[in-house]
Structure formats: C-alpha cells, structure tokens
C-alpha cells in the first residue's frame, strides 16, 4: 500500500500532480487545510511507500521516524525548515529552504521541467513572483499563458485557508482528483471551467471584503492586520497577506485569524526585497513554524497578541 501525503495549497497540489504524471501509481491521499501539517500521522506504520509533498519534517518527525523505522521507504519534498534530516537508508528527502523556491518547484527541477506549467502555478499561488516569472522568460512562455497560471495558482492557494475544511469551497483531495492525470493547467481549466469560475468568484468576493480592512498597527517596517471571525475572513487570509507584500514589498505583514478556540492563526510574510527572518520569528511561539519569506503560528493565544505585536516589530523594525 502506498501513501500520497501533501499540503492542501497550490504548492503542495501541484507538486503532486507533476510528480504523478512523471510516475503514475494508484495511492491513497492523505490532506487537508494549509494548516494541517501534522499529517504523517495518519499513515499506518505497515505502509510500504510514503511520498510527501510540502508539509515540515520538523511537524513530522515522530511519525517519519516511526514509518522509516517499520520499513516504510519515503519520498519526501519540501521547502520549509525540517531540522535535522534522521539517518536512514529508505529515506530519499529533497529539502530546500531558499526564500525563492517552493516544493513545486523542487519537482519541476528533478523532473527536469517535463511540467513546467504546473510548476509555476505552484510558485505563483506561493507568491514567489520573482521566480516564477524568470522561469517563464526563461522556457519562452507568452503573457496571456503566464498570467492563466497566475491567476490559477491564486485560486488554488486560496482554496487551502481555512480552519476547517468545511470552511473551504472544495475539499483539496476533491480538488486534486480533479486536476490530477491533464498534463497541462489549461487542459484542467479547459475540462471544468465550473470549477475555475467557483474559486475565482469566492476569491474576488472575500477579497472585496479584505480590501475595507484597515491595519491595526502600522508602522515603517510592517503592519498587523486582525481579521473578523468569519468564514470569508479565514478563507482570505493567506491571500490577503501575499496581496499586502506585493503591494508594499519592502514591509513586513501580519495577518491574524480568529479560531474557532478562540486563539488567533497567524500569517507573517516578510518583505519581498528582504524576503528573510519569518520562520524565526513564528518559531518563537509555540506552534509557529515555515519558511524565510512566509511563516505562520498555528494557535497564537488571545494572551500573548501584544507579545507577538511586539515581536514583529522587534524583528521587522
């Protein structure tokens, strides 16, 4: 029995559709909302083959050592700080943390660019502009197909925020078996156009929303935005802070979340031209966790918002 185990985003949906077309195989998934990372867990340990595309190894590690340690051969991909990689023969890990790459892209370079298309629509929905677009020059794709992945790997990335999955507009295995086996991102548009035009309206909608959002703190060097408990505001959330980083990409951001705990989930992205920093300052909580240029801390308590306020801009001054 073999496991496909991936983030719900468009990074880790795009990973997995390249890395499926390269090598066909029956799996079963195992995903679910951005946040929910600690996935390894729900593979039984009598597994034969694991294949992870986009989740920490940090978040992981327990249940990646029990599996390698029952004689599960894993793949794993990933772009987000992972500690110490464990010493193991059946372990085949492919771990970059650069600011400017993403697990899609981690694929496309070890597939040699076969599906390159939906390699960039994983780095345009993880906000990596700057790369995608030079990939783009570089494989001579026109502006009419460059800005369809654009747009596509926006939908798909907001469709992943979410405290639960009832909040989003498709469940991501829904979504993946959907996209899963056409070759190219257009040929996907192109057989459910239903499905784009869904994610594209809930997007523009929610956005609408975020865009009446004043920040709650500004100041030089970034700005924290607290977000109402509401659906749209969940949904929007990741969305909303790359929108603030491209608009003012020499600030930092924070967008905070109500939860349904009643805890704040918390998204940092740091300054596009400084694109460093934002995973140490998630992991200064507990249950923060990422990468150099975009972080999050998964229940930030009520009690520690002026901490965490204070922090950031200690950090981003």
């Not at 771990?95 to 070890?110: E, G, K, P, V, Y």
């Not at 026109?142 to 790997?153: I, S």
């Amino acid at each position: 029995m073999a496991f496909d185990v991936f983030n719900g985003d468009a990074d880790g949906l795009t990973a997995l559709v390249q890395w499926r077309l390269a090598y066909p195989q029956n799996t079963t998934l195992i995903t679910g909302v951005k946040r929910d990372i600690a996935l390894l867990q729900h593979v039984p340990v009598e597994t034969e083959q694991v294949n992870v595309f986009d989740i920490s190894m940090a978040k992981n590690r327990p249940a990646l050592e029990a599996l390698l340690q029952a004689g599960a051969s894993v793949f794993y991909a990933d772009h987000h700080d992972s500690g110490p990689l464990p010493t193991s023969p059946l372990l085949d890990a492919h771990i970059h943390t650069a600011s400017n790459t993403c697990t899609a892209l981690i694929i496309d370079a070890l597939l040699g660019g076969q599906y390159r298309h939906w390699a960039l629509v994983g780095a345009y929905g993880d906000n990596l502009n700057r790369s995608a677009d030079a990939l783009v020059k570089q494989s001579e794709i026109d502006t009419a197909t460059r800005d369809r992945l654009q747009r596509l790997g926006v939908y798909l990335n907001y469709n992943s925020y979410g405290a639960s999955l009832d909040d989003l507009l498709m469940p991501p295995a829904v979504l993946y078996r959907h996209i899963a086996g056409f070759e190219t991102p257009d040929d996907f548009m192109q057989a459910y156009p239903d499905i784009v035009m869904a994610l594209a309206e809930g997007y523009q909608t929610d956005r609408a929303h975020a865009e009446q959002l004043t920040a709650e703190y500004d100041y030089a060097g970034g700005a924290v935005y607290l977000l109402p408990n509401a659906p749209w505001a969940r949904r929007i959330s990741g969305m909303f802070g790359n929108q603030l980083a491209n608009q003012s990409p020499d600030k930092a951001h924070a967008v905070l979340t109500p939860t349904p705990d009643g805890d704040w989930m918390v998204s940092i992205r740091a300054p596009l031209n400084r694109p460093l920093g934002a995973v140490a300052l998630a992991q200064q909580f507990a249950t923060g966790g990422g990468r150099e240029g975009a972080a999050g801390i998964n229940a930030l308590p009520q009690t520690k918002l002026s901490d965490f306020v204070s922090a950031f801009s200690r950090h981003y001054p």
